[in-house]
Protein backbone atom coordinates (compact mmCIF):
# COMPACT_ATOMS: atom_id res chain seq x y z
CA UNK A 1 0.00 0.00 0.00
CA UNK A 2 1.36 3.29 -0.41
CA UNK A 3 0.80 6.67 1.33
CA UNK A 4 2.16 10.20 1.38
CA UNK A 5 2.64 11.84 4.34
CA UNK A 6 2.91 15.65 4.60
CA UNK A 7 4.56 17.56 7.17
CA UNK A 8 6.65 20.71 8.15
CA UNK A 9 9.40 19.21 9.89
CA UNK A 10 10.85 14.72 10.46
CA UNK A 11 14.17 13.75 12.21
CA UNK A 12 16.94 14.05 11.61
CA UNK A 13 16.18 16.48 8.70
CA UNK A 14 14.81 19.29 10.32
CA UNK A 15 12.98 18.84 13.69
CA UNK A 16 11.63 21.69 16.34
CA UNK A 17 9.72 19.20 18.50
CA UNK A 18 7.85 15.38 18.75
CA UNK A 19 6.39 16.32 15.42
CA UNK A 20 9.60 15.56 13.65
CA UNK A 21 10.09 12.62 15.86
CA UNK A 22 6.75 11.18 15.02
CA UNK A 23 6.91 11.73 11.20
CA UNK A 24 10.48 10.48 11.13
CA UNK A 25 10.10 6.86 12.97
CA UNK A 26 6.65 6.14 11.55
CA UNK A 27 7.25 5.37 7.84
CA UNK A 28 10.20 2.40 9.23
CA UNK A 29 7.47 0.99 11.77
CA UNK A 30 4.66 1.13 8.63
CA UNK A 31 7.14 -0.74 6.32
CA UNK A 32 6.58 -3.56 8.26
CA UNK A 33 3.03 -3.22 7.25
CA UNK A 34 3.59 -3.50 4.36
CA UNK A 35 2.96 0.39 3.93
CA UNK A 36 5.30 2.46 1.94
CA UNK A 37 5.70 5.85 2.86
CA UNK A 38 6.97 8.72 1.13
CA UNK A 39 7.19 11.99 2.97
CA UNK A 40 6.44 15.38 1.68
CA UNK A 41 8.77 18.27 3.62
CA UNK A 42 9.62 22.04 2.39
CA UNK A 43 12.77 22.42 0.92
CA UNK A 44 14.34 24.04 3.79
CA UNK A 45 18.29 24.77 3.31
CA UNK A 46 19.05 22.02 5.75
CA UNK A 47 16.66 19.58 4.19
CA UNK A 48 17.72 20.30 0.64
CA UNK A 49 21.78 20.16 1.95
CA UNK A 50 21.03 16.78 2.90
CA UNK A 51 20.12 16.20 -0.73
CA UNK A 52 22.02 13.39 -2.35
CA UNK A 53 21.14 12.42 -5.89
CA UNK A 54 17.53 13.22 -5.67
CA UNK A 55 15.48 13.99 -9.00
CA UNK A 56 13.88 16.22 -10.29
CA UNK A 57 9.91 14.47 -10.80
CA UNK A 58 7.47 17.60 -11.10
CA UNK A 59 8.01 21.36 -12.00
CA UNK A 60 5.78 24.28 -11.00
CA UNK A 61 5.98 27.14 -13.05
CA UNK A 62 4.09 29.32 -10.37
CA UNK A 63 3.37 28.09 -6.70
CA UNK A 64 2.53 31.02 -4.75
CA UNK A 65 4.47 33.32 -5.39
CA UNK A 66 7.53 31.61 -7.59
CA UNK A 67 8.73 28.65 -9.44
CA UNK A 68 9.25 25.03 -7.55
CA UNK A 69 10.10 21.83 -7.77
CA UNK A 70 9.59 18.14 -6.60
CA UNK A 71 12.75 16.13 -5.87
CA UNK A 72 12.56 12.87 -4.69
CA UNK A 73 15.25 11.42 -2.92
CA UNK A 74 16.33 8.91 0.00
CA UNK A 75 17.84 10.21 2.77
CA UNK A 76 18.20 9.17 6.72
CA UNK A 77 16.16 6.01 6.29
CA UNK A 78 13.42 8.43 4.52
CA UNK A 79 11.81 7.92 0.94
CA UNK A 80 11.38 11.68 0.35
CA UNK A 81 9.38 14.08 -1.49
CA UNK A 82 10.70 17.70 -1.51
CA UNK A 83 9.07 20.87 -2.20
CA UNK A 84 12.19 22.92 -3.57
CA UNK A 85 10.32 26.60 -3.58
CA UNK A 86 13.60 28.83 -2.55
CA UNK A 87 10.96 31.79 -2.25
CA UNK A 88 9.12 30.77 0.28
CA UNK A 89 11.90 27.76 2.39
CA UNK A 90 15.02 29.20 1.71
CA UNK A 91 15.77 30.22 4.85
CA UNK A 92 17.80 29.34 7.86
CA UNK A 93 17.14 28.84 10.91
CA UNK A 94 13.85 28.09 12.76
CA UNK A 95 11.56 26.77 9.62
CA UNK A 96 8.62 29.19 11.59
CA UNK A 97 10.17 32.02 13.18
CA UNK A 98 12.49 34.74 11.42
CA UNK A 99 15.39 35.98 13.43
CA UNK A 100 13.29 38.24 14.82
CA UNK A 101 11.36 36.02 16.79
CA UNK A 102 8.26 36.26 14.93
CA UNK A 103 6.55 34.10 12.75
CA UNK A 104 7.25 34.49 9.46
CA UNK A 105 4.83 36.99 7.62
CA UNK A 106 4.17 34.87 4.76
CA UNK A 107 3.94 31.37 6.90
CA UNK A 108 0.09 31.13 5.43
CA UNK A 109 1.47 30.53 1.78
CA UNK A 110 4.81 28.34 2.74
CA UNK A 111 2.33 26.02 4.36
CA UNK A 112 -0.44 26.78 1.86
CA UNK A 113 2.32 25.63 -0.96
CA UNK A 114 3.24 22.44 0.93
CA UNK A 115 -0.46 21.68 1.02
CA UNK A 116 -1.12 22.69 -2.38
CA UNK A 117 1.42 20.48 -3.18
CA UNK A 118 0.39 17.74 -1.30
CA UNK A 119 -3.14 17.43 -2.54
CA UNK A 120 -2.17 17.33 -6.21
CA UNK A 121 0.52 14.56 -5.54
CA UNK A 122 -2.73 12.75 -3.73
CA UNK A 123 -4.49 13.06 -7.10
CA UNK A 124 -1.84 12.07 -9.52
CA UNK A 125 0.07 14.56 -10.12
CA UNK A 126 3.39 12.51 -10.37
CA UNK A 127 2.42 9.95 -12.91
CA UNK A 128 4.76 6.84 -11.78
CA UNK A 129 3.26 6.57 -8.23
CA UNK A 130 -0.36 7.10 -7.09
CA UNK A 131 -0.91 6.56 -3.06
CA UNK A 132 -3.95 4.96 -1.71
CA UNK A 133 -3.90 7.89 1.43
CA UNK A 134 -2.60 10.81 2.05
CA UNK A 135 -1.54 11.54 5.78
CA UNK A 136 -0.90 15.11 6.64
CA UNK A 137 0.32 16.36 10.03
CA UNK A 138 -1.06 19.46 11.92
CA UNK A 139 -1.83 22.79 10.88
CA UNK A 140 0.81 23.43 8.16
CA UNK A 141 -0.54 20.69 6.06
CA UNK A 142 -4.29 20.48 7.10
CA UNK A 143 -5.28 22.25 3.69
CA UNK A 144 -4.39 19.29 1.87
CA UNK A 145 -8.03 18.11 2.48
CA UNK A 146 -9.86 21.12 1.65
CA UNK A 147 -7.59 21.33 -1.53
CA UNK A 148 -8.92 17.57 -2.33
CA UNK A 149 -12.61 18.22 -1.16
CA UNK A 150 -12.48 21.90 -3.37
CA UNK A 151 -11.15 20.55 -6.25
CA UNK A 152 -13.59 17.67 -6.56
CA UNK A 153 -11.58 14.98 -9.19
CA UNK A 154 -13.06 11.97 -9.29
CA UNK A 155 -9.74 10.27 -8.89
CA UNK A 156 -7.66 11.23 -5.44
CA UNK A 157 -6.41 9.43 -2.21
CA UNK A 158 -7.99 9.21 1.07
CA UNK A 159 -7.03 11.86 3.55
CA UNK A 160 -6.03 11.34 7.01
CA UNK A 161 -5.07 14.26 9.49
CA UNK A 162 -3.41 14.01 13.10
CA UNK A 163 -3.57 16.22 15.32
CA UNK A 164 -0.39 16.48 17.28
CA UNK A 165 -1.22 19.39 19.68
CA UNK A 166 -5.01 21.30 18.96
CA UNK A 167 -3.54 24.53 20.61
CA UNK A 168 -1.70 25.42 16.95
CA UNK A 169 -4.49 25.92 14.61
CA UNK A 170 -3.19 28.01 11.84
CA UNK A 171 -5.67 31.06 11.44
CA UNK A 172 -5.21 33.55 8.92
CA UNK A 173 -6.91 36.41 7.32
CA UNK A 174 -9.97 35.81 5.32
CA UNK A 175 -8.53 37.96 2.82
CA UNK A 176 -5.93 35.31 1.54
CA UNK A 177 -8.73 33.16 0.24
CA UNK A 178 -8.24 33.82 -3.32
CA UNK A 179 -4.53 34.12 -2.38
CA UNK A 180 -4.99 30.14 -1.06
CA UNK A 181 -6.74 29.53 -4.51
CA UNK A 182 -9.88 28.32 -2.52
CA UNK A 183 -13.49 29.44 -3.99
CA UNK A 184 -15.45 31.80 -2.40
CA UNK A 185 -18.01 29.35 -1.49
CA UNK A 186 -14.73 27.87 1.45
CA UNK A 187 -15.37 30.74 3.44
CA UNK A 188 -18.36 29.38 5.77
CA UNK A 189 -19.05 27.56 8.68
CA UNK A 190 -18.96 24.20 6.94
CA UNK A 191 -15.81 25.35 5.00
CA UNK A 192 -12.36 26.73 6.19
CA UNK A 193 -13.85 29.42 7.98
CA UNK A 194 -13.27 29.67 11.63
CA UNK A 195 -14.29 32.50 14.13
CA UNK A 196 -14.17 35.37 11.34
CA UNK A 197 -10.39 33.81 9.65
CA UNK A 198 -9.40 30.79 8.03
CA UNK A 199 -8.83 28.18 9.99
CA UNK A 200 -5.66 25.75 8.44
CA UNK A 201 -6.35 23.11 11.37
CA UNK A 202 -10.13 23.28 11.15
CA UNK A 203 -10.05 22.67 7.38
CA UNK A 204 -8.42 19.40 8.20
CA UNK A 205 -10.52 18.38 10.80
CA UNK A 206 -13.65 19.47 8.07
CA UNK A 207 -12.96 17.67 5.12
CA UNK A 208 -10.33 14.70 6.12
CA UNK A 209 -11.69 11.26 6.08
CA UNK A 210 -10.64 10.21 9.31
CA UNK A 211 -8.91 12.20 12.04
CA UNK A 212 -6.64 10.92 14.68
CA UNK A 213 -4.99 12.19 17.84
CA UNK A 214 -1.63 11.09 19.52
CA UNK A 215 -3.07 9.24 21.84
CA UNK A 216 -7.06 7.64 23.13
CA UNK A 217 -7.15 10.29 26.60
CA UNK A 218 -6.27 12.93 24.36
CA UNK A 219 -8.98 11.99 21.65
CA UNK A 220 -11.63 12.23 24.57
CA UNK A 221 -10.33 15.37 25.87
CA UNK A 222 -10.74 17.57 22.90
CA UNK A 223 -14.24 16.84 22.61
CA UNK A 224 -14.72 18.91 25.38
CA UNK A 225 -15.31 22.49 25.95
CA UNK A 226 -11.81 22.71 28.40
CA UNK A 227 -9.31 21.14 25.87
CA UNK A 228 -11.35 21.36 22.19
CA UNK A 229 -9.57 25.34 21.77
CA UNK A 230 -13.16 26.24 20.18
CA UNK A 231 -13.11 23.19 17.77
CA UNK A 232 -14.61 20.42 20.08
CA UNK A 233 -17.70 21.46 18.41
CA UNK A 234 -16.99 20.16 14.67
CA UNK A 235 -14.95 17.59 17.04
CA UNK A 236 -18.11 15.83 18.79
CA UNK A 237 -19.79 16.03 15.18
CA UNK A 238 -16.81 14.17 13.10
CA UNK A 239 -17.20 11.95 16.38
CA UNK A 240 -17.32 8.38 14.45
CA UNK A 241 -14.05 9.71 12.62
CA UNK A 242 -11.75 10.44 15.64
CA UNK A 243 -9.80 7.95 17.20
CA UNK A 244 -6.49 8.01 19.44
CA UNK A 245 -3.38 6.25 18.59
CA UNK A 246 -0.58 6.40 20.62
CA UNK A 247 2.92 7.77 19.72
CA UNK A 248 5.76 5.67 19.61
CA UNK A 249 9.08 6.09 20.21
CA UNK A 250 11.91 4.77 18.08
CA UNK A 251 14.16 2.34 19.77
CA UNK A 252 16.80 2.05 17.76
CA UNK A 253 17.54 5.52 18.39
CA UNK A 254 16.59 5.07 22.13
CA UNK A 255 17.78 2.26 23.16
CA UNK A 256 20.83 1.90 26.35
CA UNK A 257 22.65 -0.90 25.38
CA UNK A 258 23.59 0.78 22.30
CA UNK A 259 23.70 4.61 22.42
CA UNK A 260 26.77 6.24 21.29
CA UNK A 261 25.27 9.38 23.40
CA UNK A 262 25.34 7.66 26.67
CA UNK A 263 28.39 8.03 29.15
CA UNK A 264 27.79 4.78 30.18
CA UNK A 265 25.29 1.95 28.34
CA UNK A 266 23.56 -0.41 30.52
CA UNK A 267 20.37 -2.73 30.25
CA UNK A 268 17.31 -3.55 32.33
CA UNK A 269 19.72 -6.84 33.55
CA UNK A 270 22.66 -4.50 34.66
CA UNK A 271 21.90 -0.68 35.37
CA UNK A 272 25.30 0.37 36.78
CA UNK A 273 25.86 1.83 33.42
CA UNK A 274 23.31 4.34 34.75
CA UNK A 275 25.85 5.53 37.15
CA UNK A 276 28.57 6.91 34.71
CA UNK A 277 25.60 8.97 32.84
CA UNK A 278 24.35 10.58 36.65
CA UNK A 279 28.11 11.90 37.43
CA UNK A 280 28.11 13.08 33.81
CA UNK A 281 24.91 15.22 34.05
CA UNK A 282 25.55 16.39 37.64
CA UNK A 283 29.33 17.34 35.67
CA UNK A 284 27.67 19.25 33.09
CA UNK A 285 24.91 20.52 35.58
CA UNK A 286 27.44 22.02 38.51
CA UNK A 287 25.48 19.52 40.86
CA UNK A 288 27.03 17.94 43.60
CA UNK A 289 28.00 14.29 43.63
CA UNK A 290 25.95 13.09 45.90
CA UNK A 291 24.98 9.88 45.90
CA UNK A 292 21.99 9.76 48.31
CA UNK A 293 20.41 12.35 46.76
CA UNK A 294 17.73 11.39 43.94
CA UNK A 295 18.29 13.49 40.59
CA UNK A 296 14.78 15.12 39.27
CA UNK A 297 14.84 15.68 36.02
CA UNK A 298 13.04 18.00 33.29
CA UNK A 299 13.60 18.20 29.53
CA UNK A 300 10.99 20.28 28.14
CA UNK A 301 9.55 23.14 26.40
CA UNK A 302 9.76 26.23 29.37
CA UNK A 303 6.12 27.27 28.83
CA UNK A 304 3.20 27.63 30.42
CA UNK A 305 1.13 24.18 28.19
CA UNK A 306 4.29 22.35 30.43
CA UNK A 307 3.96 23.45 33.41
CA UNK A 308 6.99 24.71 34.21
CA UNK A 309 5.57 28.28 35.36
CA UNK A 310 5.40 26.04 38.17
CA UNK A 311 8.88 25.15 38.82
CA UNK A 312 10.26 28.68 41.10
CA UNK A 313 7.24 27.40 43.36
CA UNK A 314 7.87 23.54 43.67
CA UNK A 315 11.87 23.84 44.04
CA UNK A 316 12.07 24.08 47.24
CA UNK A 317 9.77 21.41 47.96
CA UNK A 318 12.68 18.97 46.02
CA UNK A 319 15.82 20.27 48.19
CA UNK A 320 13.83 20.31 51.04
CA UNK A 321 13.70 16.51 50.55
CA UNK A 322 17.12 16.04 49.80
CA UNK A 323 16.67 15.67 45.66
CA UNK A 324 18.81 17.57 43.30
CA UNK A 325 17.18 19.06 40.20
CA UNK A 326 18.59 19.42 36.38
CA UNK A 327 16.85 21.27 33.53
CA UNK A 328 16.86 21.37 30.16
CA UNK A 329 15.07 22.77 27.70
CA UNK A 330 14.39 26.82 26.26
CA UNK A 331 10.97 28.51 25.47
CA UNK A 332 9.35 31.64 27.87
CA UNK A 333 11.92 34.20 28.28
CA UNK A 334 10.46 34.36 31.98
CA UNK A 335 10.44 31.09 33.05
CA UNK A 336 14.06 30.71 31.17
CA UNK A 337 15.34 33.57 33.95
CA UNK A 338 13.25 31.85 36.75
CA UNK A 339 15.73 28.54 36.10
CA UNK A 340 18.64 30.17 35.57
CA UNK A 341 18.10 32.44 38.79
CA UNK A 342 16.98 29.11 41.03
CA UNK A 343 20.68 27.53 39.78
CA UNK A 344 22.23 30.79 40.45
CA UNK A 345 20.55 30.90 44.14
CA UNK A 346 21.01 27.24 44.47
CA UNK A 347 24.27 25.72 43.51
CA UNK A 348 25.08 22.40 43.59
CA UNK A 349 21.49 21.62 44.05
CA UNK A 350 19.89 23.21 41.04
CA UNK A 351 21.39 23.04 37.46
CA UNK A 352 20.36 25.04 34.08
CA UNK A 353 21.10 24.40 30.49
CA UNK A 354 19.04 26.88 28.53
CA UNK A 355 18.72 25.62 24.48
CA UNK A 356 18.49 21.99 24.01
CA UNK A 357 21.29 19.27 23.26
CA UNK A 358 20.50 15.95 21.65
CA UNK A 359 23.88 14.03 23.99
CA UNK A 360 22.89 15.70 27.28
CA UNK A 361 19.32 14.95 26.92
CA UNK A 362 19.66 10.99 26.25
CA UNK A 363 22.15 11.06 28.94
CA UNK A 364 19.99 12.77 31.61
CA UNK A 365 17.25 9.92 30.73
CA UNK A 366 20.13 7.41 31.28
CA UNK A 367 20.93 8.79 34.79
CA UNK A 368 18.72 10.85 36.14
CA UNK A 369 16.04 8.89 38.70
CA UNK A 370 13.21 10.89 38.12
CA UNK A 371 11.62 12.67 35.09
CA UNK A 372 9.39 15.49 35.77
CA UNK A 373 6.50 16.26 33.51
CA UNK A 374 3.79 18.59 34.80
CA UNK A 375 1.86 19.26 31.47
CA UNK A 376 -1.58 21.20 31.69
CA UNK A 377 -2.38 19.55 28.78
CA UNK A 378 -0.30 16.44 26.97
CA UNK A 379 -1.49 15.16 23.23
CA UNK A 380 1.29 12.52 23.65
CA UNK A 381 4.54 13.23 24.81
CA UNK A 382 7.44 11.56 24.04
CA UNK A 383 9.57 12.49 27.21
CA UNK A 384 8.17 9.86 29.34
CA UNK A 385 8.60 6.78 26.80
CA UNK A 386 11.88 7.94 26.84
CA UNK A 387 12.43 8.24 30.35
CA UNK A 388 10.27 4.78 30.68
CA UNK A 389 13.08 2.74 28.52
CA UNK A 390 16.09 4.61 30.23
CA UNK A 391 14.78 3.20 33.94
CA UNK A 392 14.13 6.68 34.94
CA UNK A 393 10.81 6.92 36.63
CA UNK A 394 8.03 9.66 35.17
CA UNK A 395 6.32 12.01 37.53
CA UNK A 396 3.58 13.17 35.21
CA UNK A 397 0.28 14.78 35.24
CA UNK A 398 -2.84 12.93 34.87
CA UNK A 399 -3.76 14.10 31.19
CA UNK A 400 -3.78 13.07 27.60
CA UNK A 401 -0.98 10.95 26.61
CA UNK A 402 0.68 11.05 30.09
CA UNK A 403 -2.29 9.31 31.60
CA UNK A 404 -1.96 7.29 28.64
CA UNK A 405 1.70 5.31 29.36
CA UNK A 406 2.43 5.89 32.84
CA UNK A 407 1.28 3.33 35.88
CA UNK A 408 0.62 5.47 38.84
CA UNK A 409 2.11 4.02 42.04
CA UNK A 410 -0.89 3.88 43.80
CA UNK A 411 -1.16 1.33 46.58
CA UNK A 412 -3.25 -1.54 44.73
CA UNK A 413 -0.15 -0.98 41.83
CA UNK A 414 2.39 -1.65 43.78
CA UNK A 415 0.96 -4.29 45.67
CA UNK A 416 0.81 -6.17 42.31
CA UNK A 417 3.91 -5.08 40.71
CA UNK A 418 2.98 -2.83 37.86
CA UNK A 419 3.39 0.79 38.48
CA UNK A 420 5.69 2.54 36.41
CA UNK A 421 5.59 5.86 37.52
CA UNK A 422 3.54 8.99 39.67
CA UNK A 423 0.63 10.40 38.51
CA UNK A 424 -1.16 13.60 39.56
CA UNK A 425 -3.79 15.84 39.25
CA UNK A 426 -4.53 18.69 38.81
CA UNK A 427 -1.64 20.67 37.82
CA UNK A 428 -1.45 22.95 41.01
CA UNK A 429 1.81 23.67 42.95
CA UNK A 430 -0.05 21.61 46.06
CA UNK A 431 -0.56 18.87 43.99
CA UNK A 432 3.07 18.72 42.14
CA UNK A 433 4.57 18.95 46.05
CA UNK A 434 2.88 15.86 46.85
CA UNK A 435 3.43 13.62 43.99
CA UNK A 436 7.18 14.75 44.61
CA UNK A 437 7.05 13.75 48.22
CA UNK A 438 5.33 10.58 46.89
CA UNK A 439 8.38 9.82 44.73
CA UNK A 440 10.70 10.80 47.31
CA UNK A 441 9.77 8.31 49.75
CA UNK A 442 9.27 5.14 47.32
CA UNK A 443 13.06 6.03 45.71
CA UNK A 444 14.37 5.15 49.15
CA UNK A 445 12.23 1.96 49.10
CA UNK A 446 14.93 0.31 46.93
CA UNK A 447 13.58 -2.86 46.63
CA UNK A 448 10.35 -1.06 45.48
CA UNK A 449 12.14 1.53 43.61
CA UNK A 450 14.53 -0.95 41.32
CA UNK A 451 10.91 -2.82 40.44
CA UNK A 452 9.31 0.49 39.20
CA UNK A 453 12.16 0.96 36.69
CA UNK A 454 12.46 -2.68 35.35
CA UNK A 455 8.59 -2.53 34.73
CA UNK A 456 9.52 0.92 32.67
CA UNK A 457 12.30 -0.93 30.75
CA UNK A 458 9.62 -3.82 30.28
CA UNK A 459 7.27 -1.30 28.55
CA UNK A 460 6.70 -1.58 24.83
CA UNK A 461 6.72 1.92 23.90
CA UNK A 462 7.89 1.35 20.29
CA UNK A 463 5.97 1.98 17.28
CA UNK A 464 4.85 -1.83 16.72
CA UNK A 465 1.65 -1.75 17.72
CA UNK A 466 0.12 1.78 16.89
CA UNK A 467 2.24 1.06 13.24
CA UNK A 468 -0.52 -1.86 13.00
CA UNK A 469 -3.01 0.48 14.31
CA UNK A 470 -2.58 3.16 11.72
CA UNK A 471 -1.67 0.07 8.61
CA UNK A 472 -5.51 -0.98 9.72
CA UNK A 473 -7.18 2.79 9.33
CA UNK A 474 -4.82 3.86 6.16
CA UNK A 475 -6.48 0.65 4.35
CA UNK A 476 -9.99 1.34 5.63
CA UNK A 477 -9.69 5.00 4.34
CA UNK A 478 -8.54 3.71 1.12
CA UNK A 479 -11.38 1.26 0.77
Same mark, same amino acid.
Given at each position: ?????????????????????????? +???????????????????????????????????????????????????????????????????? +??????? *????????????????????????? +??? *? +?????????????????????????????????????????????????????????????????????????????????????????????????????????????????????????????????????????????????????????????????????????????????????????????????????????????????????????? *??????????????????????????????????? *????????????????????????????????????????????????????????????????????????????????????????????????
Amino acid at each position: MEVLSVASEAFPLVKTGGLADVVGAL +PAALAEQDVHVRTLLPGYPGVTDALRGGETVHLFEQLFGGPARVIAARVGGLDLLVLDAPHLFARRGN +PYVSPAG *QDWPDNPLRFAALARAGASIAQGLL +PAW *Q +PAVVHVHDWQAALVPAYLHYDGLPKRAGSVITVHNLAFQGQFPTLLLSSLGLPPSALSMDGVEYYGSIGYLKAGLRFADAITTVSPTYATEIRTAEAGMGLDGLIRQRGGMVQGILNGLDDDVWDPTTDKLLAGRFSAGSLAGRIANRAAVRTRMGLAHDAEAPLFAVISRLTWQKGMDLLPAIIPTLLAGGAQLAVLGAGDGAIEAAVQGAAASYPG *QVGAVIGYDEALAHQIQGGADALLVPSRFEPCGLT *QLSALRYGTVPVVARTGGLADTVIDASPMALAAGVATGVQFAPVSPEMVDAAIHRTIAIFHDKPVWQKMQANGMATDVSWRDPARRYAALFRSVAA
